[in-house]
Each structure stands twice: as C-alpha cells, then as structure tokens.
C-alpha cells in the first residue's frame, strides 16, 4: 500500500516497502542474488523488451535497491531513482546520460575536488567539455551556452566557500533554453528540495548524511520527472534519437506508458548496464538504515551546527566563521530562499596564525575525528590546507575559499555541549 504524507519523518520510514510479500518481513530483506528467475519466456521476453518493469540482473535492478530508491525519490519529491555504487558514480552517469563526445555541459566553479577532477579531466578525457562558471551570476550559465549544452550542473552547499547555489535561478534560465539542471544536493538532504526549485535532477553522495553512519559508499539519482526531453527534440539525442544498443529504442517514446521516467531509465538499462558501477545490495540495506533516521538527523546536525557557529564567531582566536547562518546579503538570501528547517551542518572556520595553528587545532582534538569525510553522524574536522587543497598552488587555494589557517568541520548529532567543549580545549592549545 502506497504511503501518502508530505512528511519526509514519515516517507523515511515507510515509503517504498511495506511488507515483504510471503515471508511478512517488515524490515526491507537483502536480496544478495545475482539473478531471477523468469516466470515464463513470455515475461523473459517482456522484461527485455521494457514493456513490464522487473528484476533481470543485479547489475541493473535489484529489490533491497528498489526500497531505497523509492524512498529517496518520495523524499525528493521525484518521480523514480537509480542507486548506484557511489557519489562519483552518480555524477559520473548524470553527465553521459545526456552528453556524447562532442558536446558540453556547464558546471558551477564550486565542486566537491572529486566532481572537479572529474569534469576537468576524466570526461574531458572522453571528449565532453566542461565548462566551469563562477555562481555567484546565474547569468554566467546562459552566457555559456551553445547549440551542443545538454545540462547545467551544481552543488547546493558546495565546501568550502559553502555558499548556497542559486537553484531557482539557474533553474530558470535552463528551462527557458531547454537544459535541465542537475544538482548535487549531498550536503542539504530533507533541508532542500531542488526538484521544488525547478531542477530536473538531484544527485547524491548517499555515503554522508544519507547513511550517515560513516560505513557504506553509495551514491542516487532522483528523476524529477518534472522536465520535457522531447519538447527539445535535438538538444537530447540520447533520449530522442533511436539508441543503436537498445534496438534502436527512442527513450522518451519507449517509456512512455511507464511515466516521465525516460532519463532515470536510459541511464539504468544502458549506463548501469555498460558501466556497471552497481550497488551492492547489503550497501543498499545499509542505507535504507539511515535513510530511516535521516529528518531526525538533520534537525539536530543543523542545530548543533548553528549553536557551534555561534561560538567560534565569539572565540577571540578565530578571525572568520563561514556558515550560512552567519552570512549576510544576496548569501544570506539564497540560503533562506533554498533551505527550510536548518543551514546545513558543514562550517568553516578560519585560525589566527595560519597553517601551523590550523595543524596543531586539529592534533588538539579530542571528540572529533580527523578524516577526509561529511556528514557522518560523528562530528569530523580536517584542515584543507595541508590535506584536500595541498596539491593546489597557495593562490588557487585561496581563489577556492581555503586560506592557510582554514578548517572545516562536518558537525555531528551529540549533544552541542560536547563539540563546543572539545572545540574550546583545542583552540586553548593553538
Ligand atoms: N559530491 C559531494 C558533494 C561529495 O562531498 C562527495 C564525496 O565527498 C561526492 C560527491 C562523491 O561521493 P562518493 O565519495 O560517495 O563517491
């Protein structure tokens, strides 16, 4: 039985899976097979054929995927989702699930390093141009357009300038020209809603907040469903031009009887299928854990992390705090426009006495844990300078928002009097 609430508390235990059929199993099982049997040739034939949905091969679907895919898509407000084997893997197939070589796609400056080696340099490698823009002007992303743009790409709290991207915006202008704008939403879950916004996409790192108990990589796409492919027929020849390796399938008309879902299924059966980069299905299980918990987690990262802003902006050791709640002006608006209940959990703070102060703040800690992660339900630090940004000239680092005495905090669910005390000993020792 479907779940009706607009509750993301309530879909993010309940949406997708109900009961196991035959076995009543009300947590979602693990579904560790390769493969599934065939009714009948009749549904071999079918199920190849797309004119029923089923499972095939664990390579491309799989049921213990198929709950947590439901349950992100009803908590984003989407039409479906794939889940797929990590974050990279899911920008990785939202960018050639629309370009071919030859074509380009405009990408905010302001990336995860990962995302940017990425664009700057795999899909480059493979014939893709990206074409990198400052965010701060959305009309930078209609400037960079041409006849073979197929999407526009972004992260809604990019680290570490953690400036919230201009999703209505951009938005907006895409539509008007026909591209679809795909947002990498990792840092903001439950607090943003880019599909609400007018994005076509969302795209998640599922190993931050989404697990959110630091022990499982994986990574989901979310299909709007909200975006008309064949309305601009030759902006997307993947969709709209019969596919040699589906039997000459022309996506947008192949799933109609199933729903606006032409793009989350293209990059199933045929990126996923080519690709592989699959989700194992106990990493799968793992997620539907903390999907569960993920509001409540939320609630408190954000409050934990405001009343933790608060603090290093009074602490006379610290020159900078960078958190939403802390900004001001066209900053300030964009992240009240895009965020409802909280300000994200991720804050960057700058030290007197540049990297050596950042280095002995980080030696000094005691509660939070030194790694190169975020959103995980314990509170982690790690100063960019000497980790993240060191292969970065001094003046690319600071052009991307890290100055020597920068470090950034991915704050936690304990309780906000245990970060503040571990802060406070370590700035002692700076
Ligand atoms: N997007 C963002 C914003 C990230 O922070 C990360 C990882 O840090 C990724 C994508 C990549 O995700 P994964 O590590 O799951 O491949």
């Known amino acids: 039985m479907p779940i009706h609430s607009k509750h993301p508390e309530t879909l993010a235990v309940h949406a997708g899976f109900r009961t196991a059929p035959g076995t009543h199993s009300v947590a979602v099982p693990i579904h560790q097979t390769t493969s599934y049997q065939f009714e009948s040739t009749e549904h071999a034939a079918n199920l190849f054929a797309l004119k029923e949905l089923g499972n095939i091969y664990t390579r491309i679907m799989n049921p213990t995927w198929d709950a947590f895919e439901q349950r992100v898509a009803a908590m984003e407000g989407g039409v479906a989702a794939l889940a797929v084997a990590s974050g990279q893997a899911a920008s990785t197939y939202s960018v050639l699930n629309l370009c071919e070589a030859g074509d380009n796609f405009v990408t905010s400056t302001d990336l995860y390093g990962g995302t940017w080696n990425l664009f700057a340099n795999t899909i480059r490698q493979m014939g893709i141009e990206a074409r990198f823009v400052d965010p701060t002007d959305p009309e930078a992303f209609r400037r960079a357009v041409d006849d073979r743009t197929r999407l526009f790409y972004a992260e809604t709290l990019p680290n570490p300038k953690l400036q919230v991207f201009p999703i209505a915006e951009v938005a907006a ?8 704008l795909i947002v990498d939403n ?10 609400e916004m007018g994005a076509a ?16 990589i994986g990574g989901v796409v979310v299909d709007g469903g909200n975006f008309d492919w064949a309305a601009w027929g030759d902006r997307f020849p993947t969709l709209n031009k019969p596919d040699q390796s589906y039997h000459g399938a022309v996506w947008t008309e192949a799933v109609k009887p199933l729903g606006p879902i032409a793009f989350i ?3 199933r059966v045929i990126l996923l299928r080519d690709l592989g980069a699959a989700l194992s299905p106990f990493n799968a299980f793992q997620l539907i854990q903390g999907v569960e918990t993920l509001p409540l987690r939320m609630r408190q990262h954000c409050e934990n992390a405001i009343l933790t802003a608060r603090f290093l902006r009074d602490h006379p050791k610290v020159t900078r705090v960078i958190h939403p709640s802390l900004m001001e002006g066209e900053m300030r608006r964009r992240a009240d426009t895009a965020f409802r209940g909280g300000y994200g959990a991720l804050l960057g703070f700058e030290l007197e006495g540049g990297a050596e102060a950042g280095r002995r703040f980080i030696e000094a800690l005691e509660l939070f844990y030194h790694v190169a992660n975020i959103g995980d339900a314990r509170s982690l630090a790690i100063h960019p300078a000497t980790t993240t940004h060191s292969q970065l000239s001094p003046e690319d680092q600071l052009a991307s928002g890290v100055s020597p005495g920068y470090v950034r905090l991915s704050i936690g669910i304990e309780h906000p009097d245990d970060i503040i005390a571990d802060l406070s000993q370590a700035l002692e020792k700076v």
């Open 173 to 180: 202008i895409g539509r008007e020209l026909g591209i679809p």
């Open 186 to 195: 990792t840092a903001a879950p439950v607090i943003c809603k880019p599909l």
């Open 201 to 216: 996409a969302v795209m998640y790192s599922a190993t931050k907040y989404m697990g959110g108990h630091g022990t499982t």
């Open 265 to 267: 299924i293209r990059m």
